[in-house]
DNA sequence: GCTATCACTTGCATATTGCAAGTGACTCGA
DNA sequence: TCGAGTCACTTGCAATATGCAAGTGATAGC
């Protein structure tokens, strides 16, 4: 695989890119971020209509990384649920800085008027919201 | 095309892995933005080794997103120069953000310390220093 | 002209995705 | 306890994207 771990030294996105650098993954972290998901089931209900094996396979591949741990649901014993890491909650900088981003520069793109205001404002606390919202939602 | 455009109200971050949800258009960028990479054959020795079919297919697709320009190079005919717009500058503090979140959580990530620091202790400076640079290189 | 450089393009093998259809473990109500 | 349903996947296969090597056409300098 092109530019997979191994040497030292490594550019910082490419390695970051070697993780989540595709179409799919930060969907994923999307949903367990801003939109309280946790189970299978709800992931691959997400309008954008990530196919299964794919969605299976990012799982495998974010839990591998350290982003993302499974657990058994206390409530339901046959489901799963999926939570973020702390590694994988640090990057809700960089979800909310895509937000602003696409916001800012293409019509049409839906972000809550009161998010882009407070992240524009105090930044740093939208961030810890988010996260703490985000840890909220691990049952 | 899954997700392409079309439908409004969309998922701001869907919306922007449409553009550069891959492994290699970030690269690309940060070729531009932060190493002053603005020829084809620069951004093609890049160590990642992107394939060239491939690169020439990422600044058609980045310059039909209204990321990049393109132009003659006024000092040599045969060149092209490739410029971030500003719609491509204001990547920059997603950029940041990834390269801190590489650094912070994945040891044998190499970015320079001081631009870390002057990423935790004023960030908007860095990132119109950054911008500044970018345009700069423009010729 | 002749050669070199630059920005691509082309062809083809391989890898990744998308889609539809399973599968096995578990749960719940009768 | 039995059958039906749900859940988290897996499998098979066609379509698409990537990687690699080689080629092409437009300058540029000699």
Redesign the pocket.
Known sequence: ???EDGEVGRCPIDHALAIFG???TLLVIRDLMFRGKC????M?ASPE?????????R??KLEAHGLIS?HA?PE???????RLTDKGLALAPVLVEIVRWSSAHDPGTAAPKAFLRRAARDREALIRETIAAAKKTRR
Chains 1, 2 share one sequence.
């Open positions: 695989m092109a530019g595709d179409r799919w189970h299978y089931s709800e691959i209509g990530i196919a299964s094996n794919v969605l299976a396979a799982l495998k499974r649901d339901n014993r046959k489901q799963i649920v999926y």
